[in-house]
């Protein structure tokens, strides 16, 4: 039987493994989503901040600064899991993870909180980069690390999944162009979903992104889209189910196993 | 050491069968052979012990431990050289063996990979990315990293395949050391002289099947009654000219050159029909059958 806590020295090696292979390339893994999300911030922030979109009573750049922290959480999150499985499938090492005498819980772990690391990372400096524009006050500063630790971890849980299941990247670069990214722009990072025309504003309900930039929102300027107790309540499942669907895939061997 | 009792392993849901009913059992400070052509079964018999593979019928223990049962623990006992030398991108040579270590639970195994590193020639290239190196030194690579834990058991799958001579008699010489400071090893190759000179036991497997599983010595021996003749003739040799020697299954190897297998007590009968024949040979070599011919006779049987 595997045990749930088997290697506490093999999981800690394994998870500064995934922390050192996305710092020893900073630009591509960090630098990047960041001058992006400056580049949102000037762009969006500059032309729209005369008009009325965002939250009625707050500064459009205020409403901004979570969506893009959120934002630039969610895609490096999912980046780090996915990109370092398909890379161990690309250079034929992904056997070698069957060989570490590390359970299954540690190993599904130091994945996800790679990916956590890497996406809070992006988040707080993106965070740090609008101070520039926006100041430095946060309403709830711990709430907002918080919150943006548990979207990096639902989507690291789902970089885990896309990793184990895809063979390559251009697999993985579909789903993220054609899934993540438009469901993040729809999930209310850049405006309130609510004002969207007809059926669009609809898909908050079925858009998993939507409680969790309201939630980082809600601990930045204090206030929602929605109500703060649903989003908290979902974001807790969203963390919870998509945790235990990457340890299901893992355990059963999708793409690291013959069976 | 390691044994595997009546594991059978069947790919495409049952189409495919890569394992049939094959049971081993390889004892403490053992060095083995594992033979056999390519797509017999020796790579899913590896796969199966680290894990990559899962078996459908069967047992195995590695080091009195089930690996079904408390896999963990075997994962400690085995170290394992991959047939293919895949590297990770971004990490020196150094970095990974520390990591390498880190997974096994060893936090400080400075002493280790130093000791490694000098034995396979690595220590100046400590620094070096992996993806810098050459096909010969990530070979040594491979084999330092599955030994950072000091395994007790070490199972390369074809560790010289494409590496120069030179660098091949480094290895035999590594190999044998690490042999003798009691490491149990499994080795599978496709050059049997290596398996000739370095292993004590020789286990055959084909389509699936073991069909040999000795002692080296015991095999040697079983096949010892016979005796290979090669005869160098002056001129070019025809079928036609040996075929009063058909049950000594004649083969002319080069333009001038006949291969004949005999009983050795048949010698004198041989060189005697040979003689009868009056065609003037230089040259006339008796030897021992080597594993190659034992394995390829084994095969065909």
Redesign the interface.
């Known amino acids: 039987?595997?045990?749930l806590f088997?290697?506490r020295?093999?999981f800690?090696?394994?998870l500064?493994?995934e922390i050192?292979?996305f710092m020893?390339?900073p630009v591509q893994t960090v630098l990047a989503p960041l001058i992006s999300n400056i580049l949102y911030m000037m762009i969006f922030g500059g032309m729209l901040s005369t008009r009325e979109v965002g939250i009625n009573g707050i500064n459009y750049l205020h409403f901004l600064v979570p969506g893009l922290a959120t934002m630039g959480a969610i895609l490096a999150a999912f980046q780090n899991p996915a990109f370092s499985i398909i890379?161990?499938k690309f250079?034929?090492?992904i056997?070698d993870l069957?060989?570490?005498?590390?359970?299954n819980t540690e190993k599904i772990l130091a994945y996800i909180l790679g990916g956590v690391f890497r996406g809070v990372l992006v988040g707080l400096l993106t965070y740090a980069a609008t101070i520039f524009f926006v100041g430095y006050e946060v309403a709830y500063p711990l709430f907002f690390v918080l919150a943006l630790m548990a979207t990096s971890f639902v989507f690291a849980s789902v970089g885990l999944i896309a990793g184990l299941a895809f063979e390559n990247f251009e697999k993985m670069n579909f789903i993220l162009s054609i899934v993540i990214t438009p469901l993040t722009y729809l999930g209310g990072v850049f405006f309130e979903v609510s004002k969207l025309p007809g059926l669009l504003s609809a898909i908050k309900y079925i858009n998993p992104i939507f409680p969790l930039v309201n939630v980082s929102r809600f601990a930045y300027v204090g206030v929602c889209e929605g109500n703060i107790t649903i989003h908290l309540i979902l974001t807790l499942v969203l963390v919870l189910v998509t945790f235990l669907m990457a340890a299901y895939f893992f355990k059963k061997?999708l793409g690291i196993?013959?069976? | 050491m390691l044994r595997v009792k009546n594991v059978s392993m069947t790919y495409q849901k049952g189409k495919k069968e890569a394992l049939k009913d094959v049971s081993l059992t390889i004892n403490e400070g053992e060095f083995t052979a594992l033979l056999g052509q390519n797509g017999a079964g020796k790579s899913t018999l590896i796969n199966i012990l680290a894990g990559n593979v899962k078996k459908t019928a069967g047992t195995v223990e590695i080091g009195g431990f089930d690996l079904d049962r408390n896999e963990l623990e075997t994962k400690k006992i085995i170290g394992i050289v991959p047939q293919d030398t895949g590297y990770d991108f971004v990490f020196t040579i150094d970095e990974a063996l520390k990591k390498q270590s880190g997974y096994f639970g060893i936090q400080n195994n400075r002493d280790t990979i130093d000791e490694l590193l000098e034995a396979l020639y690595l220590t100046e290239k400590r620094s070096a990315r992996l993806r810098d190196l050459s096909g010969g030194m990530r070979r040594r690579f491979l084999i330092a990293k599955a030994l950072v834990h000091r395994p007790k058991i070490l199972i390369l799958d074809e560790p010289t395949a494409g590496v120069d001579i030179e660098m091949r008699h480094t290895l035999y010489e590594f190999l044998v050391k690490l042999h003798e400071s009691g490491t149990t090893i499994v080795l599978t190759t496709h050059y049997l002289e290596e398996a000739e000179k370095l292993c004590n036991r020789i286990v055959i497997i084909d389509g699936g099947k073991l069909i040999a599983d000795e002692p080296k010595t015991d095999l040697m021996e079983t096949f010892s009654q016979e005796a290979i003749i090669e005869v160098h003739f002056e001129q070019s040799l025809t079928r036609s000219d040996f075929e009063f020697l058909g049950a000594y299954d004649p083969e002319i190897t080069e333009d001038n050159r006949l291969l004949l297998r005999a009983p050795k007590k048949e010698l004198s009968k041989v060189f005697k029909m040979l003689s009868e024949k009056e065609m003037a040979f230089t040259n006339l070599v008796v030897e021992k059958p080597k594993l190659e011919e034992i394995y390829l006779r084994l095969i065909k049987q």
Request: charged share 15%; proline share 3%.
């Open positions: 039987m595997n045990k088997y290697n020295i093999g800690l090696a394994l500064n493994r050192h292979r020893k390339v890379s161990q250079q034929n090492t056997q069957n060989s570490y005498p590390i359970s061997g196993k013959t069976v």
